[in-house]
């Protein structure tokens, strides 16, 4: 048998650690965000879907956020309430009726029950469980500190100023509440609390410039990239201006099936990428959702995704 003297063994260890360190890529693990919680199982932002999600293994739970009539942030997805809450039992006459130009005034316009006019304590009488299944009656819209008090010390969290021009046209800062929030939990700098990492989300880029330039935040921003109009970000160029401003982009799965080149754009960049949304509920060509996040984390290369189904998440 051939005897290795010590140079060739010391090469030999040097070689076999460089390859491990390279085909390992260690910080590179693969990032699971609850969307609204384990939405798929519990309804989407209430504290059942929150826990739920942190049991099933979430890296971040996401918050979608939204103001009350007295200024206090809370987490929803819609600026309106009916279609997860039983705001149109309780109040059935506090709806307000859009007209647009697409909109005949002939036609019987939608009512819609806006969170901006409603006080927090009106919200908190409204069901945000029986829409999706009678066992979670009961479930409560969380305020945003309610969400921190669940999440802090167990995941990471990861808010997003949802729709912030409509809340600025209504005298509301939607990043300056944010940012107040932070800093009064301790959470605004990051590290701040190494269980309870920050990221801040927007499909707004003015949202995201302006808590970087007016509110100074060193948080990690992802800019969320997803229908037409925003596609123009989604070139080699556009992710460059993307940097400008943001850590990375949470461009749609249709988008990113349609130019998978995204993902080695944006790494060029020095981007992040973190698709959105995963879920069983529709997996397109795909078997199911673990087959398809498999797709998207090992062969597309993404950093991260938002997943209504955390259980699912191929960990590797
Ligand atoms: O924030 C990622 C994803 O949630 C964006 O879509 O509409 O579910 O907030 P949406
Ligand atoms: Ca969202």
Redo the contacts with the bound molecule.
């Keep these: 048998m051939m005897k290795l003297n010590q140079p060739v063994l010391l090469i030999a260890v040097f070689v076999l650690l460089a390859g491990l360190l390279v085909f390992a890529q260690p910080g590179k693990k693969k990032i699971l965000v609850a969307?609204r919680g384990a939405s798929a199982y519990a309804p989407e932002h209430t504290a059942a879907a929150y826990r739920l999600a942190i049991e099933q293994g979430a890296d971040f739970v996401?918050q979608?956020l939204q103001i009350t009539k007295d200024g206090v942030l809370v987490c929803l997805?819609d600026l309106t309430l009916e279609r997860t809450t039983n705001a149109e039992e309780l109040f059935p006459d506090r709806f307000h009726t859009d007209v647009t130009e697409d909109q005949p005034q002939t036609a019987s316009p939608a009512k819609h029950w806006y969170v901006s006019d409603f006080t927090l304590a009106e919200i908190k009488k409204l069901d945000a469980g029986s829409w999706f299944n009678e066992k979670f009656k009961g479930e409560r819209v969380p305020t945003w500190q309610e969400a921190i008090a669940l999440v802090r010390g167990k995941a990471g969290m990861y808010p997003?100023t949802k729709a912030p021009e409509v809340y600025g046209k209504r005298g509301f800062d939607m990043e300056k509440l944010l940012m107040e929030s932070l800093r009064k939990n301790k959470l605004d700098q990051p590290n701040a609390d190494p269980k309870t990492p920050l990221v801040i989300?927007s499909f707004s880029a003015a949202s995201l410039r302006k808590l970087r330039d007016e509110y100074k935040t060193r948080l990690t921003l992802t800019f969320?990239i997803g229908g037409d109009p925003q596609k123009q970000w989604l070139t080699e160029d556009g992710l460059k201006k993307v940097k400008a401003f943001a850590e990375g982009i949470?461009p749609s799965k249709g988008l990113l099936d349609r130019e998978p080149k995204i993902v080695e754009w944006a790494h060029a960049a020095g981007l992040t990428v973190t698709p959105?949304?995963f879920r069983s509920a529709s997996t397109g060509k795909f078997k199911d959702v673990r087959e398809e996040m498999t797709h998207a984390l090992f062969t597309l290369g993404v950093d991260a995704l938002?997943t209504d189904n955390p259980d699912q998440f191929p960990r590797r």
């Design positions: 969307h996401e979608d997805h997003e989300q969320l949470g959105y949304t938002f």
